[in-house]
């Protein structure tokens, strides 16, 4: 199972995954602003110098890819 919380977000952004992926997180241009390959488990995205704004999390595994849009309150 596959886990992107909370949304909104605040300080920190947080995902959940089972199996081993490639997770990548886009401002509102399209520019990659994060990204970390071959992660498993909890992540923690410390999301204080985001700005405010919606950002999309891509996440891709072996067998499919996520896509979830969030939101960044200041």
Do not use: A, C, W
């Not at 081993?20 to 390959?37: C, H, M, R, T």
């Amino acid at each position: 199972e596959l886990k992107v919380f909370p949304n909104p977000i605040d300080e920190k952004l947080f995902i959940e995954l089972k199996e081993i992926s490639l997770v990548k997180v886009f401002n509102q241009k399209g520019e990659i602003i994060y990204s970390i390959d071959n992660f498993n488990g909890k992540l923690e995205v410390n999301t204080h110098d985001f700005s405010s704004g919606i950002y999309t999390v891509m996440i891709f595994s072996k067998n499919e890819t996520s896509k979830y849009r969030i939101i960044k309150l200041n």
